[in-house]
Nanobody
Framework: QVQLVESGGGLVQPGGSLRLSCAAS????????MGWYRQAPGKEREVVAV???????HYANSVKGRFTISRDNAKNTVYLQMNSLAPEDTAVYYC???????????WGQGTQVTVSS
């Protein structure tokens, strides 16, 4: 089992920045990819960005050039730097970990990001 704890959400004005963190504990040796997903009210959960244990990244088209995912394997922590935030980025952001066979190992509890003036 892997436990994930997110932090760093909050209220920010349009054009602002936030940095989310997600710390993993438990059977961290089994983690390959870690990722960020988000779910806005009335919408399905969608992938935002994913990073593999080797550092390969994937971004949703809607966040390319604005968000950056990074990872500190020594600390078992993944980060999401979000710049140029827009109201449509408002959502609950969840952290996720997957195994080397792409099984979901766990989800974080979610952290609210609200972009509003």
């Amino acid at each position: 089992q892997v436990q994930l704890v997110e932090s760093g959400g909050g209220l920010v004005q349009p054009g602002g920045s936030l940095r989310l963190s997600c710390a993993a504990s438990g059977s961290t040796f089994s983690i390959n990819a870690m990722g960020w997903y988000r779910q806005a009210p009335g919408k399905e959960r969608e992938v935002v960005a994913v990073i593999s244990s080797g550092g390969s990244t994937h971004y949703a088209n809607s966040v390319k050039g604005r968000f950056t995912i990074s990872r500190d394997n020594a600390k078992n922590t993944v980060y999401l730097q979000m710049n140029s935030l827009a109201p449509e980025d408002t959502a609950v952001y969840y952290c996720n970990a997957r195994s080397y066979t792409n099984d979901v190992l766990g989800w974080g509890q979610g952290t609210q990001v609200t972009v509003s003036s």
